[in-house]
């Protein structure tokens, strides 16, 4: 079992920045992939960005290439996602998920590949 607590969401202007923060317990010693995906109000939850397990390999959506970063840190358990020059479209509820499946070097776009999700956190954009 993975255990995943998400932090770092709140009220942001356009043009702001913020980081969130996935924390992992629980089956950690297996490297896990991980990936963040967004429910904006309204719609149906879509991918954002997505790290290998490896940490190597990382992939974005369109819409938030370029203004997104992923990155771990392995000694924290911690997946950050570095969001900056949000925009209002950016609004939604962010979750981590986590699979300890696939290969080292695979990044995973599908939710339903994922079998440990994190409770969301609201990331707010404002005009």
């Known amino acids: 079992q993975v255990q995943l607590v998400e932090s770092g969401g709140g009220l942001v202007q356009a043009g702001g920045s913020l980081r969130l923060s996935c924390a992992a317990s629980?089956?950690?010693?297996?490297?896990?992939?991980m990936a963040w995906f967004r429910q904006p109000p309204g719609k149906e939850r879509e991918f954002v960005a997505a790290?290998?397990?490896?940490?190597?390999?990382?992939y974005y959506s369109d819409p938030v290439k370029g203004r997104f970063t992923l990155s771990r840190d392995n000694a924290k358990n911690t997946v950050y996602l570095q969001m900056n020059d949000l925009k209002q479209e950016d609004t939604a509820v962010y979750s981590c998920?986590?699979?300890?499946?696939?290969?080292?070097?695979?990044?995973?776009?599908?939710?339903?590949?994922?079998?440990?999700w994190g409770q969301g956190t609201q990331v707010t954009v404002s005009s």
């Open positions: 629980g089956r950690t010693s297996t490297s896990i992939a």
């Open positions: 998920a986590a699979t300890t499946k696939g290969n080292l070097f695979g990044v995973i776009t599908g939710e339903g590949a994922y079998e440990y």
């Open positions: 790290l290998s397990r490896s940490s190597t390999r990382t």
